[in-house]
């Protein structure tokens, strides 16, 4: 067994920023230790101009997982398989068209219901949680990976709820240490009482970091930063995140 080391994810798309020189846009699109892709953003050209003003060119990258099939998780997809072929794009069940237009691009499409739920050392998916989204089924995955500080979440919406998710995380690893999640949480639409309740659950499964992002909005990250203090993570494009 590799000895466990940290790990750094570099925030490749994602609504703010701190630095101008970058784009922002609505989606989410991480890039973890260089060899991981975790969802890409909305527009091809802005997640490649970030990823190469950030030092990325995709080079080392390895696999891509993508978390649901919505245009802001999407978009730069396509963009990413132009710049390196044959790249392995973990998928959830139940989008052929996604599936098509990979293998189209030049990727290759991996269902994770018939792959298992490793992706690589250290990397898993969540599998595909089930919820319902506009009157249809949806599925969902996060990625969960474990570095030497404990074990990390990004997640891509969260539609199936963020406890759900980070429930599904304790449940298969229950005796890791918990270190951050982040991402998007779909908290925007929540009262003030449930983005409390929501903060607070995450802390008491174990999690000692937190960065709610994306369609979380700004009252979660507000209440979020009252309830993890220190343990608050700015999720904002360009910045980059130990774990
Ligand atoms: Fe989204
Ligand atoms: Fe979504």
Not at 66 to 86: A, F, P
Not at 143 to 167: M, Y
Not at 192 to 198: C, K
């Amino acid at each position: 067994m590799k000895e466990m080391k940290t790990m750094v994810i570099k925030i490749l798309y994602d609504r703010k920023t701190s630095d101008e020189k970058l784009a922002v846009g609505w989606g989410l699109s991480f890039l973890v230790d260089k060899k991981i892709l975790f969802d890409a953003g909305e527009t091809g050209s802005a997640l490649v101009r970030n990823a190469l003003s950030l030092g990325e060119d995709f080079d080392k990258l390895e696999n891509i997982i993508i978390s649901h099939d919505h245009w802001d998780h999407t978009g730069g997809l396509n963009d990413v398989l132009d710049r390196k072929k044959g790249l392995k794009v973990f998928v959830c069940p139940g989008y052929p068209e996604l599936e098509k237009s990979i293998t189209f691009r030049g990727g290759v499409p991996v269902n994770v219901e018939k792959s298992g739920l490793i992706i690589s050392p250290n990397f898993f998916s969540s599998g595909p949680l089930p919820t319902f989204y506009k009157q249809k089924i949806l599925t969902e995955q996060s990625l969960i990976i474990k570095t030497s500080q404990g074990v990390s979440v990004l997640t891509g919406c969260a539609h199936p709820g963020i406890v759900v998710i980070a429930e599904a995380v304790r449940g298969m690893f229950p005796t890791d240490q918990l270190y951050m999640i982040a991402g998007g949480m779909h908290l925007k639409d929540a009262t003030p009482s449930e983005i409390e309740a929501t903060a607070l659950r995450l802390k008491s499964l174990g999690f000692q970091k937190a960065g709610p992002s994306h369609c979380s909005e700004e009252l979660a990250e507000a209440i979020f930063k009252q309830v993890f203090k220190q343990g608050f993570v700015e999720v904002e494009v360009g910045r980059e995140l130990t774990i």
